[in-house]
């Protein structure tokens, strides 16, 4: 068979007419919200599927596909040999295991003449993301996916089923970036893999599958693009880490089932004991005694397991120890979560886990300059975090050094973090903000959930705003064209003045020499505008960003420098009275949608 790529132009010109609609259409009312399985929809005109058959209805599945009515059965096990030898037409969006969490839902619309849409809103795959079909009168078939839809597996394309010989297979990201593809094969594919290398690779894209011929019985022609969605980077972490102020959080049992949680200066129990000499930097050690029972929501224990990875359990805990926090495990698993993270203590240079008991009061659980996990051996220093458990309930979780924390990925390993409590219950309230106490919360599942970045080129989904100090630095909007960008520094407390940074590049200079232990993120070649003191804890920019197309997809980004009185480390900048921080620094790309 014929099946090859070719340049844009040549796929224009076979196509002899312009690309449809390249974003997301109405989505229309909803038809499901993943009980239902599969449900009939109207398109209120004819439609000739892949193969040829013209239908003027068709079978929805809860699980990404549409197929023709009564031809197939729900099916979350997406399959080749299902694709091709189902008796009738497939077209597959995004065949794959689809969960369906509160307020998503599948819609239909239609104009009952030209196009009619089929759109997964706020769908689980195994992350959050949208992605939209859209089938036009002359048989065209669009796919929209919006720029969340997570590296994942599944099965993207379209077949006519009935036994048509299986092709082999394409690399659809080839389509958007580029390089549209014609093939005389009726049956166009990617199965993808759940690895770093085969995963869903083409997010915030459509891909618009031309017809050669009615159903495509001659081939196809594919061609797409990227979506010019405005979106902001992910932040980069404090320019100041020296700034990471040591902080402990108190949960204190109130009586009534509650927990008040607390934060405040560190509460550091330097007498850590003796290192327990862990050599596993995975597996839980277990059954250590703490002097007292402590009253966990399974029972009072005298007795607790600890995993290396920053957590405490009781000691008829089932749960073996992980390096890869997640919300499941947290929830399903009776523990203390200190800094749930990938810790190591077999890296070279790094601490280990300490216990000391005050029998009958209190035990001290200490990972004293712990390093995380780096098969690079380049994390120049460990972690300090401690948890103290007292015999009333009350527990504090102490980080008194976490400057070092990266949550970027290392190698092949992803930086997620999670802090907290649970007792165990299964059930999952939500998370908790701990940068906003104090709170008061039922005893169970409490917990904050920092998701790290899924490659090492992408920057961490959810930075750990437990590293922010000395001014913070959010975006309140996105870069959207015709709309205005705008920024805000926070926390800045006693500032005298400040600027914003601007530029379309990153940098990284380290200002120690000038008096100020913090790095430049942003180079000041672009703009540098500056805000006056008086405005309290709060300073923001706005940006108008031009309502042209030229200026989709630029990037921009922007940095705080804020002055304060000269203190500590902080001397006056480069001679001047003052002393200069940094904050952590924002970017963004422009878009119109």
Known sequence: MLHTFLRRASVAALASSTLLAQGFLPIGNQIMDGTQNMVTVNLGFNFTMPGGNVVTSLDVDEYGRIVEVGTDATDASESTSEMVGNPTATIMPLWDTITYPAGSGVYFDTDNSTVAVITWQDVSSPDTCSFQVQLYSDGRILFVYDDRCPGDDGIVGISPGNGTPLPAQSDLS????????????????????????????????????????????????????????????????????????????????????????????????????????????????????????????????????????????????????????????????????????????????????????????????????????????????????????????????????????????????????????????????????????????????????????????????????????????????????????????QDIGSALFGLYIVSTTQTQVDLTAFGAPCNLLVPPDLIITAFPDGLGDLAEWQYPMPASPVFNGLEFFLQGAVAVAPSGQYSGFAGLPWALIMTNSVGGRVGDM
């Not at 990972?367 to 401690?386: A, I, R």
């Open 174 to 489: 080839l389509i958007p970036n580029g390089t549209p593809l014609i093939t005389s094969d009726q049956t166009v594919f990617e199965d993808f893999a759940n690895t770093a290398t085969t995963w869903f690779d083409i997010p915030g894209s459509y891909l618009e599958f031309i017809p050669q011929n009615p159903g495509g019985t001659m081939g196809w022609v594919v061609a797409g693009g990227f979506l010019s969605f405005a979106i902001n980077f992910d932040p980069v972490e404090s320019g100041c880490p020296a700034l990471v102020t040591p902080t402990s959080y108190t949960f204190t049992p109130d009586g009534l089932g509650n927990y008040d949680i607390t934060s405040g200066p560190s509460i550091f129990d330097a007498n850590i004991g003796a290192s327990l000499g862990f050599a596993s930097d995975d597996g839980k050690q277990t059954d250590f005694n703490i002097g007292f029972p402590f009253p966990w929501a399974s029972g009072a224990d005298t007795l607790i397991d600890i995993d290396p990875n920053g957590r405490i359990l009781p000691s008829n805990s089932t749960d073996a120890g992980d390096y890869t926090p997640t919300i499941a495990e947290h929830v399903a698993a009776e523990s203390i979560a200190a800094f749930w993270i990938d810790f190591n203590v077999n890296e070279p240079g790094s601490g280990n886990v300490h216990l000391n008991t005050v029998p009958g009061v209190s035990a001290t659980i200490t990972w004293n300059n712990v390093k995380q996990y780096d098969p690079s051996n380049t994390v120049p220093t460990g972690l300090t975090v401690q948890v103290v458990m007292f015999a009333d309930g009350t527990f504090v979780i102490t980080h008194e050094d976490i400057a070092a924390f990266n949550d970027e990925v290392i190698g092949a390993s992803r930086r997620d973090l999670l802090v907290g409590c649970s007792n165990g219950s299964g059930v999952d309230p939500g998370e908790i903000d701990l940068t906003l106490l104090p709170i008061n919360v039922p005893i169970g599942v409490n917990y904050e959930w920092w998701d790290s970045s899924a490659t090492a080129t992408v920057p961490a989904i959810e930075p750990t705003d437990l590293l922010y100090r000395g001014g913070r630095l959010v975006a309140l909007t996105t870069p959207l064209a015709g709309t205005t960008w705008r920024m805000q520094v």
